[in-house]
């Protein structure tokens, strides 16, 4: 089955720089990347996804880029700001089996 | 107006007792899913359901038992409660398969 890894496990920045969290995926059938953000309390919430027959894909300040041959995808958040402080998920699912496998989470803390 | 709700938020429990979580979804989506956040954050599923259709049982112990009334809502009910069933369930919905997931805001089960 699906494995995916994510790091890092926790990531602090300064308000204004960007940061990127990297994730790696183990089945090359998969084709739909998503990524969550989990607030303290929250559920997670989608951010931002993309398939696998896109390179990369922008909203705003944040963007995710898709590597199929190495299988790893990243997220790049650009002029971080203190409420971008949150659990980040990435996760892949091959939509045949229609089940979503989530990497371990990246704490990012903003700092003002 | 939430979109995927559960209740309850909060639920204590002793060991050896039955209890159930409710979840409701109003976007018309037609798969839900149950999935388990341990005390690490990491996020796996357990359950999903496609049209009150059972689609994915990922290895649960059967004291857990799903039930989806109509495409809207998806139970979970447990029977015999353990000290290692204490964790946040989060319920979720998409629309057909490689949706995006909207996840409601969770049940933290505390079993002492």
Same mark, same amino acid.
């Given at each position: 089955?699906?494995?995916?890894?994510?790091?890092?496990?926790?990531?602090?920045?300064?308000?204004?720089?960007?940061?990127?969290?990297?994730?790696?995926?183990?089945?090359?059938?998969?084709?739909?990347?998503?990524?969550?953000?989990?607030?303290?309390?929250?559920?997670?919430?989608?951010?931002?996804?993309?398939?696998?027959?896109?390179?990369?894909?922008?909203?705003?300040?944040?963007?995710?880029?898709?590597?199929?041959?190495?299988?790893?995808?990243?997220?790049?958040?650009?002029?971080?700001?203190?409420?971008?402080?949150?659990?980040?998920?990435?996760?892949?699912?091959?939509?045949?089996?229609?089940?979503?496998?989530?990497?371990?989470?990246?704490?990012?803390?903003?700092?003002? | 107006?939430?979109?995927?709700?559960?209740?309850?938020?909060?639920? /204590?429990?002793?060991?050896?007792?039955? $209890? =159930?979580?409710?979840?409701?979804?109003?976007?018309? *989506?037609?798969?839900?899913?149950?999935?388990?956040?341990?005390?690490?954050?990491?996020?796996?599923?357990?359950?999903?359901?496609?049209?009150?259709?059972?689609?994915?049982?990922?290895? /649960?112990?059967?004291?857990?038992?799903? $039930? =989806?009334?109509?495409?809207?809502?998806?139970?979970? *009910?447990?029977?015999?409660?353990?000290?290692?069933?204490?964790?946040?369930?989060?319920?979720?919905?998409?629309?057909?398969?490689?949706?995006?997931?909207?996840?409601?805001?969770?049940?933290?089960?505390?079993?002492?």
């Amino acid at each position: 089955g699906e494995n995916v890894e994510q790091h890092p496990s926790t990531l602090s920045v300064q308000e204004g720089d960007s940061a990127v969290i990297k994730c790696t995926y183990s089945d090359s059938a998969s084709n739909y990347f998503p990524w969550y953000k989990q607030e303290l309390g929250k559920g997670p919430q989608l951010i931002i996804d993309i398939r696998s027959n896109v390179g990369e894909k922008k909203d705003q300040r944040i963007a995710v880029t898709l590597n199929k041959t190495a299988k790893h995808f990243s997220l790049h958040i650009t002029e971080t700001q203190p409420e971008d402080s949150a659990v980040y998920f990435c996760a892949a699912m091959n939509t045949g089996f229609q089940k979503l496998v989530f990497g371990t989470g990246t704490r990012l803390l903003v700092s003002p | 107006d939430t979109a995927v709700s559960q209740t309850p938020k909060y639920l /204590v429990t002793q060991m050896g007792n039955d $209890k =159930s979580i409710k979840c409701e979804q109003n976007l018309g *989506h037609d798969t839900m899913y149950w999935y388990k956040q341990d005390s690490k954050k990491f996020l796996k599923i357990m359950f999903s359901y496609n049209n009150k259709e059972l689609i994915i049982n990922e290895t /649960v112990p059967n004291r857990f038992s799903p $039930k =989806s009334p109509d495409k809207a809502h998806l139970n979970l *009910h447990i029977n015999s409660l353990e000290l290692g069933d204490s964790a946040v369930y989060f319920c979720a919905s998409s629309l057909g398969q490689g949706g995006g997931y909207t996840f409601g805001s969770g049940t933290r089960l505390t079993v002492v």
